[in-house]
């Protein structure tokens, strides 16, 4: 056999228990007493009936003190935990233990008889045993008559070895142990128990293939991929959540959450393995151990019990082998079939393996060998058929169920449709996949999911129960899993009750002050206990009460056994407690993985009735009444449907009450859903989400009630979907138990049909609106305990105490707030509260009265009252407090003019959260809180006084950075927004006040962090609500903002501290100030106050008066600022460090000479010197303005040139380019010039990027020089502009936000670049609005958004492209609208253009293209025509409209940009568009060649003249040919030349003209011969014609030489 390897059961396991814990008078324990109900039957009292006799005790001592005087003499006589004389000494027991004690005779107890009929009686326990299921009763009998009996002494190890014998504890009881720890979980197995199992099938030896790896692991374990080990979650590849962690707080909105939908989580809680990260293996299994009982150690089964003296006899059953022997001998066949015997073992066999190779390495890392077998024992293998249900949504069902084979669907419910409810694919599973968890064994959760097998699917099933019943053996085994069982556990323990709620729905409490409760709940326990831990022990005289909160427990009585099981909500050891009982009577265990109870410790109930006396009457009583009236709570009494009901309805209704747990996303109704027995719910703990259609509609919080309708019958079928968004307790009443309840309360119906009525009508519940969205039991106290007043009209009570030092609630009719002028300035009506302030322990507002319209009922809510209904919530204090300012600051919000919630007072008051994304700025509002400051108080604290600061010297400056103080004093590091009431603003140097209204922003230097301090103190002057952001939160949020927030931001959080000295030393770099008196900068420099300015704000205006005292002037901090002149003339850039204003703020300049602008970069971090500051360091060194003003005369020249070379630029230059652009086309010189002073230039180097694809843009840009290409969304050129062509004209109009495209220099460019804040600055101005301009720009941009919604031009060509279209739409707000009169003439533009091609397409309306000084018509383009521009241009064609036309441009670089940001499908409307484009252009070409060949034979020729003189010449010639020919032949023939005549007699040929000639010149005079030579060349006439001289060689006579006639015959002439 194949020993466990030395490192498998380490000397750390084999250790011998110390003489403390061999103590044999260990584990003797008085008998006490605990509550528990049995049956419903209350236990008596009394003492416990098995003591042990004082001389055995005396004789377990003296063995002890013998054993001790040995110990020293002795050597530990260890054995291998394999027999000795069966293997070597490397053989290792499987059970963990390599050792046992040695024990001498005299040291064991005297072992009971051996008797037959004591053995025979293990028969029953034996049949239950799973290898011997279904087995002859007979053979079970041979096999005990043939077993061997074992007795071991206590705390003698139990040999477990492979290959040995099943052993069966016949008498006394075995203390079993996982794990070597000495405070490991040790469980007790008593008669008729069985053990080693694994041994007995020979599965050490198999385990070797399956023993844990050691791993190493970082700090940091990821989770596993979501596809790993059998699970695939459909659509989702990303890593799987933490349910445990991620969501014990609700997630954020859908951009900060990356995880899988609402859906596809149910995936994740249906197989909650598939989130668990890598287990860290201990490299080996845990130890385990049996050993003998201690004395007075017993199991928890009835009819057991201990041997005097500890220890336990066992019988060792024969081996496996021997077993198939004594069966094998036995040729019966039915005996055969009676003893299943073999096939027992093979199941289990078979099972185990499984179990090792799937399960244990995921669920029970570590688990020693033989409790798996226990766990293949207890398991079931079942098959599912294809389209066959593994597990069903919503069921009850808490097994854990294995995959083994097959594939298998997990659907979850989305919807139910005329009762046919629609199923969602989330996720497959496959072998190895588990379903269900460790950690929700019990814990009365449904089945998030249905399971459904795809194919044949393998299945292994672990029945909840049995499974809890191997942990009750072998504990320990959860050892290795409790970190996961302390997730889950703290996971639930948030979403538990309050201990006050818990406390307050026990009748135990019942009637008691609520003061008196929550001390005793807040002085309570909360303890986390796991499988195996006693939560009382009997005998125990702790004297403490525990409500269990989750799990379950067992409750064991000596020999007794187990009794009762404790479930979710029962109360036990109040006995104890109240003193009526001095011990438990049993003793309570956990029983499920963990639990979670609520101790109440006797000596915090002494405490409180000390501290209120007046509740001792109250638990006399109770010591008189039955059990149950002590323990008893009810769950429903705070619901507000039965408020009003009776206390013997409300425990009929308790008693039948049902709670279920939720994980995130797992849906607990679904819409549609129709149930034979509907309920309605009660959400106890967490936070649900309704949801109709997949939008969510409300959130609801702890308290919240839903399903009533549905339960009353009021309603068929669920409304809406109800899904967890935490880990969620749901309490539910069944239909059929509220009917019960009705039918043994008749009087209660009636109630009911009222509420009925009233919720037809619409009447709804009114609540206090300052505390919406907290739990319904808070506004159930408040309305329990609010005084209600019945007000007539005009009644004045409302204005005298203590109605007017109270809150109010308007409950019905309608109430009018008088101000102290008699002025009414509100009206309040329903829901409508008043003097909410005083709820936060602020003052109430005495300066209004409240007045009554009509007869009206209110709500009073005194201090008094609210601090009683409070004490019952502790824990919510502050969250309750922080609901109240929220309400009055939103409040506030909406009377200054902005949206309660929303970011827009922010992004509009402050220049931070103005230059930030929408996004960001809405995070930090709602990361914003509220105080309140009373009359007086110091809102923030500034600048000391001098005085107060040579106290302060030597103090060192602590900073805040970390966040405001805890305590109720003034702000710190925070930015302040003032949103009601008045404040006082002052500093030591302005003996003056400035008030500060609603509105007003404080801090924003020591919000950047560049100041310590505020520059100014801030007093309330009224009660003031403020809004405060600290600093520390805006970083953190900085983080996970976009990277152009945080890049905008770096450059301001990275300043340096204001100091004095620091301002100091920056001052004195100042080229102006170096002529000054350092102390005369050391005055200045005692300035902190830091201002931010928005990019591209204005600091300072041109032409702003100066005063000295009064004006100021800057220093920047971070970021840049352009000095700009007139002209937009930039002067020069301050850098950081450097000064501007400073002419104007020292009184050297009665007007700013130029404007200051923040630049676009960023923020712009500024140091502001106050004109109060200046004064007084004026005073004491005035010389220093003097030599301020020679430095100011040199600044003034340079600017005056500087602003020359700009105006000279703006004529030259910026108009024209601005003149080329289509947009402004035709518009005066002076509007253009009001541009060109707001243009701004910039160069950008070849391979430059000018603008990105998607940036943020609103500017149109203009190539002054160079060129640039336009790239695509892949990078691919899809056009050129060139010097004078413009891009970006839509984002100048303010029609679209971001670029299209992205423009990338090829060559060195200058651009100019005109925002679009200049073009709107520029139509605002009186001559764009005389000349018409500003009208024409805005019906131009009208015109862009009709285009826009109706899809034009490319709706109107007919190619059935959908205006919704987003590529159609964006077409249409690129393309330019021509409208043509009749007889108009359009000429189109060349694809030279700088723009480049152009498309023309024709929406309405008929035109002609036509060519030629006489206007031939070459084609017709009528509605729904396309031409290429520049094909019509090449050949000098125009447009002329037969009919009025309206007509579309687009460049072909804006098509393309356009088309190209999509994929196109296959059927898309583009590819009809090419289709028809191709079509016109081949057509349009041949109508343009053949029209302008026709034009070109009508052209004249250089030669014409000549040609036709020839012409008439040789007509004239004819003429008289044919004259002669008629009669005046022989005349004719005379006085024309002779040619020459051949002699007949020579024989002689000629060869060529030239040999004719020689002998003949007769040739010569004939000038009819002497033509131009015209080519037989294809198209040379064409071509002649359209020359305007002829070529050399059309031109030339013909050669003599060029002309090769045949030798002419003598006597023959040629026919001229």
Known sequence: MDAIPEDVSGEEGSEQQSEEEWCPTQGVQDVGEVFCTVGGEEEADGDSDVELEQGALEDLRKAYAERREGAADEESDTESGLDTSDSDSDSQPENGNRHHQAFRQEERAPAPPDDMETRHSLLEPLEKYRLFENCDRSFLQSLLNSATRQCLAPNETLVLKDGGPLFIVETGALRLQVGSDSQSQVSVLGRGGVLNGAGFLRLYAEAQAFRPRRISFKNTVQPKSTRANGYDVQGYNGPAPSIYVDFR???????????????????????????????????????????????????????????????????????????????????????????????????????????????????????????????????ESISVRVDGEVVTEGEADDDIVLITDGVAMVLKKVSVVQKQAQMETIGRLRAGAIIGDICLLRADMRRPATVQAKTDVSTIRLNSKKLLDVLTRFPGMLESCRGRLQEAAECIKERLLTRTEVASSLNLFSGCDLGFINDIANSGERRLLFAGDPVVQQGSQEGTAFVLEHGRCSVEVAHVGKVAELGTGTCFGERTLLGIASEANATVRVLTPFALALAILKTVLHKALQKHPLEQEHFERLKTSPQAGRI?????????????????????????????????????????????????????????????????????????????????????????????????????????????ALEAFPEEAKSFSIQGKEAEKGVGRVVWPCLRGESSRLHYLLDLFAERASCPAGDKRLSLPPFNEAAILVHDGEVSVLDEEGAEVAVLTRGHCFNERVLVGSRAKQSDRLVPVTQCEVRVLTRETWGKVMAEFPNELGRVRATILRYMGDRAELRIGYEPGSPGLLRAKTAFFASVSTQFAQVARDAAHMRIFEPGMDIVVGDISPDEAKEEAGKQVLDHCQGESQTEGPVQNGLVVLLQGKAISRNFYNEGQRVLKPGAIIGEGVFAGASRQYSNTVTAQTTCVIQVLRRDVILKAIQTQSSEDAALLKNVFEVQVVTAFVNRKRLLRIDAFKACEPRFIGELAKCNDVVLFRPGEVVIPQGEPCTLGKSSFFMVLAGCVSVEGSFGTIFGTVQAGGIFGEVGAFGLSPYRSATARAWEGGLVLCLRFDGDIITSALELFPDAREKLHEAWHKLESKNSETENQRRQWIKCCAIPALGQASLLVGCPEQFLGSLAVLLKEQTFNAGATIVTLGQQVQWMIIIAEGTARVEGRNGECIGLLKEGSVFGEVNALGLFPSCMATLRATISCRVLILPHSAMMQAIQSHFAKEEGIADALHSLVESRYDQVKRGDPICGLGIDAPPDDVRVRAIALLSEKIELQPGEIWTPFADSHPCGPYIGMVHAGRAMIEIGPKRHIVMQLTNGSIFPQGLAAAFGASVRAETFCEVYQIRQTDFQMVVGSVETPTSDWLWRFRLQEKTVVEKLTRRLGSVQGLLDLATPHAKDDEIHAWKQKRQTRVTRARQMKRGGKADSMRSAPHLPVLRESSEQRCGSWEELAQQSPGLACYTALQLPRLTSRAGSLSHSRSDSKLTEASSRQISQSECNFKPIQQGYLPDW
């Not at 890392?365 to 024992?377: I, R, W």
């Not at 008693?655 to 747990?661: C, I, K, L, S, Y």
């Open 249 to 379: 707080k609700p997630p954020w909105e859908s951009e900060d959450y990356q995880g899988p939908s609402n859906t596809k989580l149910n995936f994740f809680n249906a197989c909650p393995y598939a989130c668990q990260k890598n287990t860290l293996h201990r490299g080996t299994w845990l130890n385990f151990s049996a050993r003998g009982g201690g004395p007075g150690e017993q199991p928890a089964q009835a009819n057991t019990s201990s041997l005097p003296g500890g220890g336990a006899t066992v019988l060792a059953l024969p081996p496996f082998q021997k077993i198939l022997d004594m069966l094998g001998k036995n040729n019966d066949c039915c005996f055969q079939k009676r003893v299943p015997f073999k096939h027992n073992c093979e199941i289990v066999q078979h099972l185990w393996q499984d179990l090792m190779s799937k399960l244990t390495p995921i669920v029970f890392p570590g688990a020693p060998v033989e409790a798996v077998y226990e766990l293949a024992a207890s398991a």
């Open 632 to 740: 008893a709570g009810t769950k429903v009494r705070h619901i507000e449907l039965f408020r009003s009901c009776g206390a013997g309805f409300l425990k009929v209704l308790n008693d039948n009450v049902t709670t279920a747990m939720y994980l995130y996303g797992q849906t607990v109704t679904v819409e549609g859903e129709v149930e034979p027995d509907p309920k309605m719910f009660v959400l106890t703990g967490g936070i649900v989400v309704a949801e109709q259609g997949s939008r969510p509609l409300a959130r609801m919080s702890p308290g919240a009630t839903f399903g009533e309708l549905a339960m009353r019958g009021q309603s068929e079928g669920r409304k809406v979907t109800i899904r967890a968004v935490t880990l969620s307790f749901v309490t539910s009443i069944h239909k059929t138990v509220f009917q019960q």
